[in-house]
């Protein structure tokens, strides 16, 4: 034969395999099909065509015996399986579909026949086992499914996956303890992370409060006699934070830190866990175990130290009982920090957290607007870390009165990130000094600019700000109630509080028929809040719900005054039921979002 004819055959013989492959495709596409729209009688007569055609394929099988089923031609699939089992012995699952038929025939005692051949005809082949058990448990035989399983795990040198399927079947029978002790067995045979994350998966979605006590007990009783295995201690930790028991889950992930001299992986993503449930206590002792234990560069130094004194800050500012004493050592730690990593890109957020403790804090914009002019004045600085305390250094310009030298540099960020989000942040920050100083217009034309701005934060504010400016205006061609108060606004920015009061106790009685009074209300409450007079401000937020359910700043006095329960009265109860008025009733609000957050987290729930 000469190499032209062998080349010739050569290809022929794959476009007849092509065509054949194309054929069988396109007949299993319309058997799915006629099965799925429910004609199966077509589906069988496909199915049987290419089970036969294609060496009696047992997948084609399957669907061929359950297109018969549906179509209740139960002595034919009967036949049909006897003639498969001939030609495949092995394939000992169609047993149990066999039963499964001759109990829809009701036939209970060929019914157990089929069943007990499926057993008794299992061999040494894991896939075997697998299929039998799979075919039992899909037809919710999960008690001869668990048979199979026990008999798996008798005749197997490795039987580890076993109890997982076992504790899978628990699962779904509902005997949540028996399940508890499989996977736990199953742990104990494959203590890794990736078994504990599909076991933490599975009991996530049935085990109840008592459940968790039950396992607790058993993981405690069981890592006493496997000290070493990190499955059953992941685990326990895992009950620990599922619980809300964030200190007990701290106790074990330090010690299992220190005993398998791991990373802080584990410790970090505590404090993240912790910090995300607002358990802060927690989340700034891992931050702080990591700070202590692990080298500065180590993976998870300098996000823990950024993390740790931002939750610190943010708890002293919190706290009612805060004083310049609180303050001064957060800022000698900002302080320690950046002497460890110097004063680079590393450290720009250590430099912006310091600028803004003693600015609004200790009240040193002096010290605050130095330490940024000389952050921003480096070679070694990006450009972005530069914009980023530009913005903060125009804000304590603003704050100490110095209203143009802070426009320029919100212009400078502005002309040098056109398209980015430092622009539009940059945009509306100068957006708001022209409103402070009673530029209406030019502010409403560039808060109408940044109203698709891609970032959603600043196209909210943008808008709700420009409602406000129309709002206010109305028909006073003066605005002059409008310039009081967004000068009052810009003297609580400057904290010049008593100034801020009398500024709008001017406006109400200069024009009593004003249509700021919930307006003013609400930034004289905020101003009460930063004085620490809780009782005024509670009362301020009140008057606002009370009196303009409907006005703008309605939904933000239910949220701060939510916030107030919870963190300062301690009224958990109360809270929830001012999240819960918010998010119900305020469904379009930016803060509806947040605040069934926040409820779920008072109601006891893990958020992801």
Known sequence: MTLKKKHFRFILFFIILFFNVSSYSQESRLAAEYFRSGEYDNAASIYQRLYQSNNYNSTYFSYFIKSLIYAERYEEAIDAIGNHLKKKPNDIQFYV?????????GEDKKADKAFGMAIDNLDESTIQ???VANEFAQSGKFDLALDVYNKAIKKSNNPTDYYR??????AQKGENENMIDSYITYLELSPNSNVNNLVQSTMSRYLGDEDYKILEKKLIQEIQKNPDNIGLIELLSWTYINTGDYNKAYRQITAMDRRFSENGVRVYNLAEDARKAEQYSVATKAYKY???????????????VRNYLTVSSDRIIKDTTTNEQDLAEIEDQYKKFIDIYGTNDRSTYLILGLANIEALYLHDIDSAIKLLDNFINLRNISPENKAKAKLDLADYYMIK?????????????????????????ARYKNGKLYYYTGDFEWAQIIFNILKPATTRLISNDAIETSVFITESIGDDSLHIPLNMYANAELLVLQNKYDEAINKMDSINFLFPENNLKDDIWYLKAQIYKKIKNFSLAKKMYEQIIESFPDELKADNAI??????????????????ELYEKLFLEYPDSTLAIESRKKYRILNGEILP
């Open 401 to 425: 009165g110095e209203i143009w030298e802070a426009s320029l540099l919100y212009s400078q960020v502005d002309k040098d990130f056109k398209e980015g989000e430092l622009g539009e942040i």
């Open 97 to 105: 579909t066999e039963g499964n038929i001759y109990e829809k025939m």
């Open 165 to 170: 399927k076992i504790g899978d079947l628990y």
């Open 559 to 576: 949220f701060e005054l939510a916030q107030m329960y919870e963190n300062i009265y301690n009224d958990k109860d109360k809270a929830k």
């Open 129 to 131: 086992y697998l299929n």
């Open 290 to 304: 990591i700070i202590d234990n692990k080298e500065v560069n180590s993976p998870y130094y300098l996000m823990s």
